[in-house]
């Protein structure tokens, strides 16, 4: 059974950054992207960033040229570089993997933007 386990939340000053990590437990074969999504309560879990396994990567647009997403191959972990951080960036922020075309989340991990 593979695992996501994220790490990197928590809270931080408006205009600060933070880095989110997420190490996959799988083979890097079969991965077709990775990603992260946030959810705050009573909202629906929204997209943030994308990565393929040729390193395309895909944003929303509320965080185009704030926030970077990368993987490293070598660890099986993708990471997400938040800058430049908004209250309105304050969510659970979820790890996903498509592996072999099945969706994996990771346990999510709380971004709390805030002075």
């Known amino acids: 059974q593979v695992q996501l386990v994220e790490s990197g939340g928590g809270l931080v000053q408006p205009g600060g950054s933070l880095r989110l990590s997420c190490a996959f437990s799988?083979?890097?074969?079969?991965?077709?992207?990775m990603g992260w999504y946030r959810q705050t309560p009573g909202k629906q879990r929204e997209l943030v960033a994308t990565i393929t396994g040729g390193g395309s990567t895909n944003y929303a647009d509320s965080v185009k040229g704030r926030f970077t997403v990368s993987r490293d191959n070598a660890k099986n972990t993708v990471y997400l570089q938040l800058n430049s951080l908004k209250p309105e960036d304050t969510a659970v922020y979820y790890c996903?993997?498509?592996?072999?075309?099945?969706?994996?989340w990771g346990q999510g991990t709380q971004v709390t933007v805030s002075s």
């Open positions: 996903n993997v498509n592996w072999y075309g099945s969706s994996y």
């Open positions: 799988g083979s890097i074969f079969g991965i077709r992207a």
